[in-house]
Nanobody, 116 residues
Framework: VQLQASGGGLVQTGGSLRLSCAAS????????MGWYRQAPGKQRELVAV???????NYADSVKGRFTMFRDNFKNTVYLQMNSLKPEDTAVYYC???????????WGQGTQVTVSS
């Protein structure tokens, strides 16, 4: 499965962006999909996950501001990011098919920059 992330860009504090992660194959049966981010000089951080049943989980730092959802018919997952803060600035990556702590598939990153 190939994953193509898009939707990043430059936005002011308080603004919104929607990231997309399009898969080359059906995601209907993929158990878990997720979004990670990595800021300069920091470790990669798990931002959000969604199960095949639609259950979501979020990092504390984004709860109430970010929403992850999936469209199985479009083979795409999304990350709606509202009330963005400068500390949300990072390269965002999508991942699919989690086996324990290992993710099988990764997309390329998309840069999100939030200006103060």
């Amino acid at each position: 499965v190939q994953l193509q992330a898009s939707g990043g860009g430059l936005v002011q504090t308080g603004g919104s962006l929607r990231l997309s992660c399009a898969a080359s194959e059906s995601i209907f049966s993929i158990n878990v999909m997720g979004w990670y981010r990595q800021a300069p000089g920091k470790q990669r951080e798990l931002v959000a996950v969604i199960t095949s049943g639609g259950t979501t989980n979020y990092a504390d730092s984004v709860k109430g501001r970010f929403t992850m959802f999936r469209d199985n018919f479009k083979n795409t997952v999304y990350l709606q990011m509202n009330s963005l803060k400068p500390e949300d600035t990072a390269v965002y990556y999508c991942a699919a098919d989690r086996r324990g702590s290992l993710w099988i598939y990764w997309g390329q990153g998309t840069q999100v920059t939030v200006s103060s």
